[in-house]
Every structure is written in structure tokens, then in C-alpha cells.
């Protein structure tokens, strides 16, 4: 408030209008992806030419839209609050080494959900409540996308993603050395969450897809090994069931009824007969049936132990 020379009465000092600030490109987006540079470079001179609101113009506007939903009114809204998007976008951007507008494009997402669920009745400013919102979608597109396996699929690695390194400098900066268990207490998560999250932070997936080399024909997966047998194993694989097969059927013809039944259609068939139905067959209980199963496992585990040293013989086992 000031007196006019003339009348004397005390009139309100205006309001300094607030003038569009102007985002500059990140340096490590200019320096390392020029073309994507040049589309931030654009991206920024266009959202430059909305205008700021002012607290009024910000608190009347999010009240009229609270009450009619116009679509108008909240385009304006998320006009207005596009550079707040790209200046929370810029303190991940260590998070995210690859184009930096799919941060500023997840959190503008993030800033539309924020105005459909703004209550401007609550006395919270529109710009703090909406940073929250900027901020959860930017943080879960990091988490689903900074590897090609994810590494953030629980409340716990999400908390060791973002705080594992800085709570190593911390206990660095006390004079201890950061094993997992110290790290664990600190930070209230599991061990095994830490170790499993500094081996995967501690290394990079590579696309099997992917060219051993620029301009090659070859990829990775070309130099896998193959997870079939080699020839050595198939042959040799081979000759041991020949002479498995032999010393079985030389085995079984050395049974008697009863047993000979109950070794080819229960231990070798592929469909075996229940207890209970050989049980009715011989006119026994599926007791006896089972004892008798018993004692013809030990005597085939002797039989193979004398006979072909190389196999495990087999041993009892109840049904």
C-alpha cells in the first residue's frame, strides 16, 4: 500500500506478473543424443509459450473444473504445468541414461491423472499435490523399463533401487563398510534383497538378439552353446538303456507269477495298475500287493548292482 500525492488515499500495489521461465536442454542429453536434443530443444520452445497461472488464476480455474469437468479447463491446467513436468523429469534423469523425453512423457501422464483427482477444496496447492502424481508415474516407468529383465517388481527393490548406493556412501561416511547385513537393518529389507539387488544393479542384460559387433551379421545367441546332447552323450545314452533293457527282461524271466505280473505292470508299464486292482486280480489285499512290490524292488536293486555297477540300484519305496 502508498498515498497518492494528490488524493492521499492509500492505493493496492499491483501484482508483478510472473514471466515464462525457460528450461534449457539437459547437457548429457545435448552431448550424447543430438537428434533427441534437438526434439527436446523443440519440445521445450513449444511448451515455453503457455503461460503461467497465478495462485488466483490457478485456484478459480482447478475449482471450475472440479465443478463442470470441462475438458478446457484442464487442458489449461496441464498447459500450465508442463515445464513443472520436465523440471521433475530432470532429477531422474541419472535414473535413465536413454531418451529423456520418456520421462517428461510418462510424467505428463502422471500430471493428467492429477488433475481428474485434485480436490481444490482441501487447501492444498494444485503444483505440490500434482509433483506426486509427476513423480509415481516417472518412477514406475524406471522401475518397468531400466532393464530388460525388471528388477522392481516388490515394495523392497523398488526401496534398494533407488537408496542402495546412497546408503552405502552413508555408512562409508561413518567408517563402516557396507555389507548387506548392515545394509539390510538400515534400510528394513531382507539380506538375500540386497545381495540380489547389487548383483543385478552390478550388471547390464544384453539382447541375445542383439550384433556381437557393428554392421555383423552374427548375434549373440549364434555363440550360445546348443542345450542338446552331443553325439558322444546320445550314443552313450543309448548303449546304457540297451543294456539296461537286456538285463530287465533277463531279470523278469527269473520271476514267478506273481511277481513277474506285478514287475511288468506296475514297475515297467507306462499306465501302471493300482494296488488295489492286482490286489483283486490275485485275490490278496492291496497290503500284501505292496509288500510283495517291496521286496521285488531289492532284489531287482541287488540284481542291477551286480550286473551293471554303473546304475543306481533302485530302492523300496511305499506307495
Known amino acids: 500500500m502508498k498515498k497518492t500525492r494528490r488524493t492521499g488515499k492509500k492505493v493496492k ?16 542429453q545435448a552431448a550424447a543424443y543430438p537428434v533427441e536434443a ?68 510418462e510424467g505428463n501422464v502422471g500430471l493428467m491423472h492429477a488433475v481428474k483427482k485434485f480436490n481444490p477444496y482441501k487447501g492444498v496447492k494444485f503444483s505440490y499435490y500434482a509433483s506426486f502424481w509427476i513423480k509415481a508415474y516417472i518412477l514406475k516407468f524406471i522401475m518397468d523399463n531400466w532393464r530388460l529383465v525388471k528388477i522392481g517388481t ?40 540386497v545381495v540380489d539387488m547389487e548383483q543385478r544393479m552390478g550388471s547390464w542384460e544384453v539382447s541375445l538378439d542383439a550384433p556381437v559387433k557393428q554392421d555383423s551379421q552374427d548375434n549373440y545367441l549364434d555363440f550360445l ?53 492286482l490286489g483283486e486280480r490275485f485275490g490278496v489285499s492291496r497290503e500284501r500287493v505292496r509288500q510283495i512290490e517291496s521286496r521285488l524292488k531289492k532284489k531287482l536293486g541287488k540284481f542291477l548292482e551286480a550286473n551293471l555297477p554303473d546304475v543306481v540300484p533302485l530302492k523300496a519305496e511305499s506307495e
Not at 542345450?227 to 530287465?248: H, N, Q, R, Y
Request: proline share 6%; net charge neutral.
Open 225 to 277: 552353446p546348443s542345450p542338446d546332447a552331443g553325439v558322444e552323450s546320445f550314443i552313450a545314452k543309448k548303449e546304457m538303456e540297451d543294456k539296461l533293457g537286456e538285463k530287465l527282461k533277463e531279470f523278469a524271466s527269473g520271476l514267478k507269477d506273481r511277481e513277474k505280473v506285478i514287475f511288468e505292470e506296475r514297475l515297467l508299464a507306462e499306465d501302471p495298475k493300482t494296488l488295489q486292482e
Open 38 to 105: 534437438d526434439n527436446l530443444q523443440r519440445y521445450l520452445a513449444e511448451i515455453n509459450k503457455y503461460p503461467l497461472l497465478t495462485r488466483e488464476e490457478e485456484e478459480s480455474i482447478t475449482k471450475a473444473y472440479y465443478e463442470t469437468r470441462d475438458p478446457a479447463l484442464a487442458h489449461k491446467i496441464v498447459a500450465s504445468n508442463l515445464r513443472l513436468v520436465v523440471k521433475i523429469a530432470l532429477d531422474f534423469q541419472k535414473f535413465w541414461m536413454q531418451n529423456f523425453l520418456d520421462l517428461v512423457q
Open 154 to 193: 516388490t515394495q523392497a527393490q523398488r526401496k534398494l533401487f533407488y537408496n542402495l548406493n546412497k546408503e552405502k556412501e552413508n555408512i562409508r561416511a561413518l567408517g563402516f563398510e557396507p555389507v548387506p547385513k548392515l545394509i539390510s537393518q538400515r534400510l528394513n529389507v531382507s539380506e538375500q534383497d
Open 13 to 28: 500495489k499491483a501484482r508483478p506478473v510472473k514471466k515464462a521461465v525457460s528450461l534449457p536442454v539437459p547437457k548429457d
